[in-house]
């Protein structure tokens, strides 16, 4: 079984920042990327930031140079840096993680989401 387990978030005044961390567990061949989405009310969710396992990274325009992406791939967590977070940042984020399973299979895996709220 593999899992996705997700901390951080919470409040913060415009400014501010905040960090996200996201574990994978459990038995698999490998892991293809790992990142962050985000979902605002009334909105589709969207890409935040990935990382995939070759290397490459991929930012929302809205975040870059504020959010920074990284991954331990030994301990397999990804870790996203919040700065200078602004109102329009709020939104429960969400973990993703793909990648093959012992078998081969693909997964595909969401985490339950946490929320961060930028708000004076």
């Known amino acids: 079984q593999v899992q996705l387990a997700e901390s951080g978030g919470g409040s913060v005044q415009p400014g501010g920042s905040l960090s996200l961390n996201c574990a994978l567990y459990?038995?698999?061949?490998?892991?293809?990327?790992m990142g962050w989405y985000r979902q605002a009310p009334g909105k589709e969710r969207e890409l935040v930031a990935r990382k995939t396992s070759g290397g490459s990274t991929d930012y929302a325009d809205s975040v870059k140079g504020r959010f920074t992406i990284s991954r331990d791939n030994a301990l397999n967590i990804v870790y996203l840096q919040m700065n200078n977070l602004k109102p329009e940042d709020t939104a429960v984020y969400y973990c993703?993680?793909?990648?093959?399973?012992?078998?081969?299979?693909?997964?595909?895996?969401w985490g339950q989401g946490t929320q961060v709220t930028v708000s004076s």
């Open positions: 459990g038995s698999f061949f490998s892991i293809n990327g």
């Open positions: 993703n993680a793909v990648g093959y399973h012992t078998n081969y299979e693909v997964f595909d895996l």
